[in-house]
């Protein structure tokens, strides 16, 4: 294997992972911040007010969103298992 095909195998592999956390990433990101202006408006400062409806956030996401997630990931793996023969020329 050449240093260019590792360094692409590298690549997809990191932006898969890019694309794949996204969604829950920005989701909890989202709520996150629509509680954070709805405590600094109310001045609650209750912890568990923040965490509860981001982990809910997470939860829904990633059960709405895990065929796709697993999906793309398993497209790319037989991609890659696919190409094993061709990596040692």
Do not use: C, H
């Given at each position: 294997?050449?240093?260019?095909?590792?360094?692409?195998?590298l690549d997809?592999?990191?932006?898969?992972?890019?694309?794949?956390?996204?969604?829950?990433?920005?989701?909890?990101?989202?709520?996150?911040l629509i509680?954070?202006?709805?405590?600094?408006?109310?001045?609650?400062?209750?912890?568990?007010?923040?965490?509860?409806?981001?982990?809910?956030?997470?939860?829904?996401?990633?059960?709405?969103?895990?065929?796709?997630?697993?999906?793309?990931?398993?497209?790319?793996?037989?991609?890659?298992?696919?190409?094993?023969?061709?990596?040692g020329q």
């Amino acid at each position: 294997m050449e240093q260019g095909q590792a360094l692409d195998l590298l690549d997809q592999m990191l932006w898969n992972a890019v694309v794949l956390a996204m969604p829950v990433l920005v989701g909890t990101l989202v709520v996150g911040l629509i509680i954070s202006v709805f405590q600094v408006a109310t001045q609650i400062q209750e912890m568990t007010l923040s965490y509860v409806p981001k982990i809910l956030t997470a939860a829904f996401l990633l059960i709405a969103l895990g065929p796709w997630m697993l999906g793309r990931l398993t497209d790319w793996a037989r991609e890659l298992y696919l190409s094993i023969p061709t990596l040692g020329q």
